[in-house]
Structures are given as structure tokens and as C-alpha cells.
């Protein structure tokens, strides 16, 4: 079993950046999918990015597109989660996931290990 670490959550003014890492124990994560979701207080818990096995194919909620940026460094066991323009909205706990598939999928029922979560929150 695989354990996953998020860190790199916050405070920042909005129109700020943030860079979210998830730590990856356990288990190598190079043939695997990866992704990102978030759950802000009273709402579900919704994607935001995946990314397949080798880094080469990337999916984003259209909600973040164009500002936030997932990557995947195997030789480091680590997914990051760049995000930009950062928004008020954009405030929840993000969450990192990996799934069983070599193939990203925006899925939530596609992944089978989580991490503990990290809190961003963004001021206007």
C-alpha cells in the first residue's frame, strides 16, 4: 500500500501562487496515475487534475485551467500541484490521490489511496 503526504497548503492573497507537493511512500508511484481534488466546507469533494503514469497526458477541471499546472516526478516519488491567479473560491483542502491505473482519469472512484489533505485558503 501506497502512503501519500501533501504539503505546501496556506494563506495567500488572492492573485497569488502556491505550490502543493505529495509525498509518496511505500510503493513507486512511476506506473501510476495521479491527481488532485479539493473539498471545500459543506461541498463535496471534486477534481481538479490527474496526470497518467509518465507525466504525459494531463486532465484539468475547467475551473483551474489555465492557472494551476500538475506534474509528476518519478525519481522523486512526488506529484506537485503548481497553482497561479489564485481565487477566494479556489479555497478548500486539497487532497492527493493515486490510482491502481497507469491511465489519469478525473474520476474520484478511480483512485484508491488518499492523502490527509492540505488546507489552502485564499483572502480577498
Known amino acids: 500500500q501506497v502512503q501519500l503526504v501533501e504539503s505546501g497548503g496556506g494563506l495567500v492573497q488572492a492573485g497569488g501562487s502556491l505550490r502543493l507537493s505529495c509525498a509518496a511512500s511505500g510503493r513507486t508511484i512511476s506506473a501510476r496515475a495521479m491527481g488532485w481534488f479539493r473539498q471545500a466546507p459543506g461541498k463535496e469533494r471534486d477534481f481538479v487534475a490527474s496526470i497518467n503514469w509518465s507525466g504525459g497526458i494531463t486532465y484539468y477541471a475547467d475551473s483551474v485551467k489555465g492557472r494551476f499546472t500538475i506534474s509528476k516526478d518519478n525519481a522523486k516519488n512526488t506529484m506537485y500541484l503548481q497553482m497561479a491567479s489564485l481565487k477566494p473560491e479556489d479555497t478548500a483542502v486539497y487532497f492527493c490521490?493515486?490510482?491502481?491505473?497507469?491511465?489519469?482519469?478525473?474520476?474520484?472512484?478511480?483512485?484508491?489511496?488518499w492523502g490527509q489533505g492540505t488546507q489552502v485558503t485564499v483572502s480577498s
Open positions: 490521490a493515486i490510482s491502481p491505473s497507469s491511465r489519469t482519469s478525473i474520476n474520484i472512484k478511480d483512485y484508491n489511496s
